[in-house]
């Protein structure tokens, strides 16, 4: 079945540091891949998203490659700002079935 | 305009009884999905709908139950309430974008069973 596993957090990290979370992913057909953002207090929002492999999602500074042959769409920044801190999910979709990560919180200090 | 509305916003309910969340999607949206969202983890897939018709279907009891109306707004049903399903119920409402389908979350309903 399909599946999503991402790195266990909380992640803290100070401002303008790089950032990297693992996303790792089980399909079955051909899914699409994303990454959800969920600032304090807010709903889930869209961060990015790629389609097919080697397509790199990119916004807010934020990017991921979707790789074939590693089964995986990590989440990088250059320089993360306090305004990051959140809780970061990737997912996928095949077809009809939708998966979710279980989230990794990001907290950045100035 | 207008995001994704869900109601209500709180609901404590009681084992063994039934409850019903109300979603409304975006304006334009056909397409509406549940998701069960229990503190500390990422969202489960429950239902999708898409026109009227159930398109997809997380492993989920049949206790758990959708429709989706002709104005695409959505109602989820949940039987016999378990404490199990003390949970954040989120709706989401998609649009194909760029080959891939692109969800808008509403705020959620948390729904505690007591």
């Known amino acids: 079945g399909n599946s999503v596993t991402q790195m266990e957090g909380p992640v803290t990290l100070s401002e303008e540091a790089f950032l990297t979370i693992n996303c790792t992913y089980t399909?079955?057909?051909?899914?699409?891949l994303f990454w959800y953002v969920q600032y304090p207090g807010e709903g889930l929002q869209l961060l990015l998203k790629?389609?097919?492999?080697?397509d790199k999602g990119s916004n807010k500074g934020f990017e991921a490659t979707y790789r074939k042959e590693t089964t995986s769409f990590h989440l990088e920044k250059g320089s993360v700002q306090v305004s990051d801190s959140a809780v970061y999910f990737c997912?996928?979709?095949?077809?009809?079935?939708?998966?979710f990560g279980a989230g990794t919180r990001l907290t950045v200090k100035p | 305009d207008a995001g994704v509305t869900q109601s209500p916003t709180h609901l404590i309910k009681t084992r063994g009884q039934h409850v019903t969340l109300r979603c409304s999607p975006i304006?334009?949206?056909?397409?509406v999905s549940w998701y069960q969202q229990v503190l500390g983890q990422g969202p489960q897939f429950i239902f999708q709908?898409?026109?009227?018709?159930?398109?997809g279907r997380g492993n989920f009891p049949d206790r758990f139950s959708a429709r989706q109306f002709p104005n695409y707004s959505s109602e989820l049903n949940v039987n016999a309430l378990l404490l199990g399903d003390s949970a954040l119920y989120l709706c989401?409402?998609?649009?194909?974008?760029?080959?891939?389908?692109?969800?808008?979350f509403g705020p959620g309903t948390r729904l505690t069973v007591t």
């Open positions: 709908y898409y026109e009227k018709e159930e398109r």
């Open positions: 989401a409402s998609s649009v194909l974008r760029d080959r891939a389908y692109e969800q808008y």
């Open positions: 997912a996928l979709r095949d077809n009809n079935d939708m998966r």
């Open positions: 399909a079955t057909g051909y899914p699409s």
């Open positions: 304006s334009g949206h056909k397409s």
């Open positions: 790629a389609t097919k492999a080697d």
